[in-house]
């Protein structure tokens, strides 16, 4: 077995990273099996060389090599790229024509960009993980195949299968062993060997001197970012070459290559969105509604126990939470007695009140219980529309809408029922 700075030199990998080394270690282990591998890494990293050190250490290394970027493929013909198809199989297709996993039997295929398939395709790439069987495009014969699949990706997984854009099944199939590459902004001891090695290579290329680094300029490389990582570095390499008429770089020269230079200041980024956000003021207004709504009701309820009972002190002190629900919970900023005061306002009804006033109350009242049933209609109609988009945004799991909404998971499961969703 070669060692690992053998396989490095061999496939023109530059750097001494401790994690650099355990990935290639690992593709060097894994060669001489048939499992399926999961490259990770964000883009520009360098994923390509792990399937190409696992298929030259592999006993396929005799058998085709073929490279897929999946994310390349129009939706509608990557199964017939894949797998192939046969004639007359849809409009323009003339004549039979053999897929990546047909013309590669015996050898290695490397799916890259993997996450971006389509799910009906996932589902074929699933059989042939599972028993190395697919069927053309338009033809009902099920045929084999014996490809060993290196996949690579640089998208978070898991968040795609929580989104249900890629199935969990085939992640796991395809992540045997997972081999994951660091970015180049963990590799700082690599950055500046990794642009000498461009610049020599790029000063070859066109017949000019080669570029060199101030130590300002060193410095300035080691601090910025590199969102695009080795490529990135690579295309900024041939720039300055290309560009500069003086050979030796030094800060100011360099700054101007960098993009967002002046924007890699530390911050505290939230990568997941609150759940209790919303898209749109449409939603934020039926918010505001089911609140006041809840509110309404509840100030119903109270009226309704200071009309049965009659005292006010009575009912006050046996309903002092949903007094201060009702009028709010932060008080600091108000002045108590003014409050009281208020309350006092709203809750004052004379005590011992014979029925026949109690009853004309309510007759006096009356076309205002006629307004608020029209309105708490109106109402209904928005909550069963929020309601089915946040069970739709959250595909249909109740915990996450419920707390979108701000109601109870049990009070949702209620409403759910009420609906019949």
């Known amino acids: 077995m070669e060692s690992v700075q053998a396989i490095k030199q061999r496939f023109g990998i530059i750097g001494d990273d401790p994690k650099v080394n355990r990935s290639v270690e690992k593709a060097i282990q894994v060669a001489p099996t048939d499992i399926s591998v999961l490259v990770t890494g964000e883009s520009g990293v360098g994923k390509e060389s792990i399937p190409k050190i696992i298929h030259s250490l592999s006993h ?129 001891g690599d950055i500046h060997l990794l642009f000498r090695k461009f610049a020599a290579d790029f000063a070859l290329k066109y017949k000019m001197p080669t570029i060199r680094l101030e130590d300002d300029a060193v410095e300035l490389l080691l601090k910025y970012r590199w969102g695009g990582n080795i490529r990135q570095l690579r295309n900024i390499a041939e720039q300055i070459s290309v560009l500069e008429q003086q050979r030796s770089i030094n800060a100011e020269d360099l700054k101007h290559y960098l993009p967002d230079i002046g924007s890699n200041l530390p911050a505290i980024i939230s990568e997941k969105r609150k759940e209790g956000d919303f898209s749109n003021e449409r939603e934020i207004l039926y918010k505001v509604l089911f609140d006041m709504k809840n509110d309404l009701n509840d100030l119903k309820k109270l009226t309704l126990k200071l009309m049965e009972d009659g005292d006010s002190k009575k009912v006050q002190d046996e309903n002092e939470s949903l007094i201060q629900k009702i009028y709010g919970e932060d008080e600091e900023d108000i002045d108590t007695e003014e409050l009281e005061n208020e309350r006092m306002e709203v809750l004052q009804i004379p005590q011992n009140s014979p029925k026949s006033e109690l009853q004309d109350a309510r007759d006096k009242y009356y076309f205002a219980e006629e307004i608020e049933e029209e309105e708490t209609l109106s109402l209904q109609d928005k909550e069963l529309e929020l309601i089915k988009k946040s069970l739709e945004r959250h595909a249909g799991k109740r915990k996450a809408a419920a707390e979108e909404l701000g109601i109870s998971e049990r009070t949702l499961y209620r409403k759910i029922k009420q609906y019949d969703l």
Do not use: W
């Open 60 to 188: 396929r290394k005799h058998g085709k090599y073929i490279a897929v970027n999946c994310g390349a493929i129009p939706e509608g013909t990557i199964d017939s790229e894949l797998f192939g198809h046969e004639k007359g199989a849809f409009t323009g297709a003339t004549q039979t024509r053999n897929g990546y996993f047909e013309v590669a039997d015996g050898g290695t295929i490397f799916l890259d960009e993997v996450g971006e398939l389509p799910l009906p395709t996932q589902v074929r790439l699933l059989r042939v993980l599972e028993n190395g069987e697919f069927i053309k495009v338009g033809s009902s014969k099920v045929q084999k195949t014996d490809v060993r699949i290196v996949a690579a990706t640089n998208i978070n997984m898991f968040e795609s299968i929580k989104k249900e854009k890629f199935r969990e099944d085939l992640y796991y199939r395809l992540s045997t062993v997972e081999i994951n590459l660091p970015p180049l902004r963990e590799r700082k």
